[in-house]
């Protein structure tokens, strides 16, 4: 059985690093609840959409976004271009019911702005749940996440652990857990198939924590 906390904010060291392809694993071996908080460029598909599609869960698992933005943007960008002012400190988990799971995942990295002086650190921070970092296994990832690792425990957070996806790299993987202080709690090749199925036995393969 996981020994990751039921409740999880999902960032990553980077944009377009993985975070909705882990959350949707972890939705779809876990079930509970998912919140975006803020979500950019809604005129295409959004994250929300993209884990329900994968996960085939029912609608009612996937909370509504506290700030749906235009633009595929920077949230602060988005926000701007739309004339809207993201209220971090106004941002709180919708509703769900007691003892379930829930995933919340963040747009790109820590230090994504939201609106001057605000950057996703902060929202993290407000909603105090423990942190699950995502990164890429190849080059420049040690320097990536021993970075984010480093801001938020600045931040005062919890970190639950790392998730590395592509290419098994052993030697990364050492580093990080070394020189972070961290357990890589996942490694995530690549995958063709992201099915249901798929997803729910890559959760069980994959999760070793």
Known sequence: MSTLPSKLFITGTDTDIGKTVVSAMLMAGRGGYYWKPIQS??????DTTTVQNLTDLAKHRFLPEAYRLTEPLSPHAA???DGINVDVEAIGIPEFPDGEPLIVEGAGGVMVPLGPGHFMLDLMRILDLPVLVVARSGLGTINHTLLTLSAIRRAGLTIAGVVLNGELNAGNHAAIEVFGNIQV????PPLDDLSPKALTQGYRDFFTV
């Open 79 to 81: 926000a701007e271009l």
């Open 185 to 188: 709690v996942a490694e995530i």
């Open 41 to 46: 460029g809604c005129r295409d598909m959004t």
